[in-house]
C-alpha cells in the first residue's frame, strides 16, 4: 500500500519547486542515479565518489577514485559497480560495497561520457575526445573502434539504446548511425537537418528507460524526439520526422543537458546560460514548467530519478534536489467561486434504511479464505517491461557503519596489544609498526593493486584538454586549477588528501586558499585540528 502511494504520481509527474541541496564538501560536477533511485553517485572536482542514500539524504560512502576531476558516472545494472572517468583520460570500474578499483583503462585522450549496457555488465561504451566511440570488454580487456561515417569528422557523441541491442552514433556534420552492439555492422542511417539542406552538429543522444522513443541534442538549440522503430524500419539513408521538436522560441536557449523522465513521458533540458530547468511533455510538445535555480550559477548536469517525480542538478559545485509536494489529497478539486453542495440521499444518515441485506459474497465469504502472507510481488516500478521478477542480486542500499572517534578508549573492548604498550617514548611508531606488519603478515586488508591497461587508439591527438579544464590554445590560455593540489605540505600523508572547498565554503584558519584537509578513512573534514594516526598525533598548519 505504501508503494503504491510513492510511485503514483495522482496525474502530475514533475517536479514544482526545490526541496534543499545535498553539500559534498568539494565541487560536484557529474551525478547519476542506480537503476532504482535508492542510490545517487557525485563526482567531485577532487576525483572523489560520494554516494548518497537518496532516501535517508546522507553520505552513505565515499570513494578516492581519481586524482583529476571525474567528469562521468554510470551505474550497473545490478548496482554492484560504478564505472567512472577523470579528465586525466582515465576509466575505472569501483566495487561499491568495498571501494575497490577492479581494473583501470587509459586512454590517449580526455574522456567525454561513458555508459555501462543495459543488460550484459561486461560492455561499456567509452566516447574519447577526438576519436570514434570505442566499445570496452572488462572481462578480458579488450576494446573495438566504432566505425563512423566521415573519418575527417571525429566529434562523435554514441549512445546505446534502451535494451542494449544497438548503439546510436552521431558526428558534427548531423549524421546519425545504427550500429549492432554485437557485430558493429551498420544497420539503419539518417540526418539530422535544420529548416533548409543545412545540417547541425549532434551533441548528445539519450533514450528513454520506457518505450522505444529517444532524443537528439543538437547545436541548433532544438531538441528532436524520435521513435526508435521508425528509425529501424526507415533503413539506411532514411528520412524520418522527428515526433516533436522542442526549443525556447523566445529567449533561443542553448541546452547544457537533456533527459527523460522515469516513465518516459517528460523531458528535462538544463541551460547553458543559466541554473534553469525546462519541463516538455512528450506526448503534447508543450513546456509544461521552468525551475530556475540561483541567479548567476551555471548549471553542470541533470538526472531525473528513475521511478519518482525528483531531478538532480548541479550547479556551482552543489547537487539540488526538485521535487512535487502533494499538500492536498489524490481527489482534492480547487474551486474558482463557490459551489451549492448537493447532497446526496441517505449520506449523513445514521442508518441506512434503504440499505438490504448484505449477502454472502463480502467480507464474511472471504473469512474462510486462505491468505498468502509469504509470496513478496515484485515491485512494477523496479521491473522492466520484458521482466516479470526483481533482481534478487540488486544492490539497492549500502550498510552504513557508525564512526566512533575515539576506539582504544571504549571500556568494553579488547585489551590494547602488549606491542603497542612496549612503545618507548623515543620511539612512538614502534608498536603500530609492528601491528601494521603482523596484520599484513596475516592476510590483514591490504588491497590488492588494480591492472592498468593501456589503450592505443590511431591517429588521435594526445594533447588534447577536457572542456572542464580549459579549452586548448596557444600556451598562453590557463587552465582551471583542479584536483589535489601538488606540493602541499602535511605530516600524515597516508591518512590525509587535500579536498578544494566549494565556492559558498570559507577558506580555513583565515587563508585565502581555498583547501581543506580530510581524512581519508572518514568523511569528515580536519580544519587546523589535531588527527590520529595510528598512535600518534600528528598536527599540520
Known sequence: MNLVLTFESFGQNYPEEADGTLDCISMALTCTFNRWGTLLAVGCNDGRIVIWDFLT?????????????????????????LVSASTDNIVSQWDVLTGDCDQRFRFPSPILKLQCHPRDM??????????????????DSKHVVLPVDDDSDLNVVAAFDRRGEYIYTGNAKGKILVLSTDTQELVASFRVTTGTSNTTAIKSIEFARKGSCFLINTADRII???????????????????????????????????????????????SARQHALYIWEKSIGNLVKILHGTRGELLLDVAWHPVRPII?????????????????????????????????????????????????????????????????????????????????KALLYLPIAPEVEDPEENPFGPPPDASVQAATPEDPLAGSDKKQRQLSSEGGPTKKKARTTVIELQGVPSDEVHPLLGVKGDGKSKKKTAGRPKGSKAVCSQHLTPVLLSPHLPAPWGSTEATVWRSRTSSSTASGVSHRCGQRFCSYV
Not at 243 to 268: A, H
Open 312 to 392: 538532480a542538478s548541479i550547479s556551482s559545485g552543489v547537487v539540488s534536489i526538485w521535487l512535487l509536494i502533494l499538500a492536498f489529497a489524490p481527489d482534492f478539486k480547487e474551486l474558482d467561486e463557490n459551489v451549492e453542495y448537493e447532497e446526496r440521499e441517505s449520506e449523513f444518515d445514521i442508518e441506512d434504511e434503504d440499505k438490504s441485506e448484505p449477502e454472502q459474497t463480502g467480507a464474511d465469504a472471504a473469512e474462510d479464505e486462505e491468505v498468502d502472507v509469504t509470496t513478496v510481488d515484485p515491485i512494477v516500478a523496479f521491473c522492466s517491461s520484458d521482466e516479470e521478477m526483481e533482481d534478487c
Open 224 to 270: 528532436r524526439v524520435y521513435d526508435g522503430r521508425e528509425i529501424l524500419t526507415c533503413g539506411r539513408d532514411g528520412e524520418p520526422e522527428p515526433m516533436q521538436k522542442l526549443q525556447d522560441l523566445v529567449n533561443r536557449t542553448p541546452w547544457k543537458r537533456c533527459c527523460f523522465s522515469g516513465d518516459g513521458e517528460y523531458i528535462v533540458a538544463g
Open 57 to 81: 539524504r546522507g553520505i552513505a560512502k565515499i570513494i578516492s577514485a581519481h586524482i583529476h576531476p571525474v567528469c562521468s558516472l554510470c551505474w550497473s545494472r545490478d548496482g554492484h559497480k
Open 122 to 139: 561486461d560492455k561499456v561504451l567509452v566516447c574519447p575526445m577526438k576519436s570514434a566511440p570505442v566499445l570496452l570488454t572488462l572481462s
